[in-house]
């Protein structure tokens, strides 16, 4: 899959290897757009990671500045940053055992996008439990999930 980000840093690569190429004609040898066609290319490839590396930060910032109770509420609601969250909640020294089961609650969602960004928190977070899940597969039947999570749970 490829986000915004990865497509802005393929599109920065291609630029810095179009701009090298004619840069490097300016050089009188055949090696010349060669030589600047890579130059162009590694110099565009670390330009496009910016973006992505300020998005970070910002959201970082962001989370470092929230309230414990307020990340546990997004940690559901903004399941797409759950392993950032959760990356928080470490580095104030919480628990994080309390939040395995919101992370399988998720794994049992109907929505694929809950699921796939919960397995791969999972994965990072808790990655004993993500082998005993071995074989678990986010895009899987509800069927085949359910040997992994269970039903969904419903409220009573």
């Known amino acids: 899959m490829v986000t915004i980000f ?19 004609g300016y050089i009188p040898a055949v090696w ?12 565009g ?30 940690l559901v609601e903004q399941y797409f940053i759950a392993h950032l969250i959760l990356e928080e909640l470490n580095r104030r020294g919480l628990d ?12 049992r969602s109907e929505s694929q ?14 990655p004993q439990r993500a082998k005993a899940m071995h074989g678990y597969d986010p895009l899987a039947s509800p069927e085949d999930r359910k040997k992994y999570v269970g039903p969904k749970e419903t409220p009573s």
């Not at 990865?6 to 490097?24: D, M, P």
């Not at 010349?32 to 890579?38: D, I, K």
């Not at 994080?96 to 998720?106: C, G, H, R, T």
């Open 6 to 24: 990865g497509a802005l840093r393929i599109v920065v690569t291609a630029v810095g290897i179009l701009l090298g190429i004619r840069l490097g």
């Open 32 to 43: 010349g757009p060669v030589l600047g066609a890579v130059l162009g290319g590694l110099i």
């Open 45 to 74: 490839e670390r330009l496009g990671r910016v973006p992505l590396a300020m998005a970070m930060v910002q959201v970082s910032q962001e989370l470092s500045k929230a309230e414990t109770k307020d990340l546990e509420r997004r």
């Open 96 to 107: 994080l055992a309390p939040y395995e089961s919101v992370l399988v609650q998720l794994l």
């Open 113 to 126: 996008d809950q699921r796939r960004f919960a397995w791969r928190s999972l994965q990072v977070w808790f």
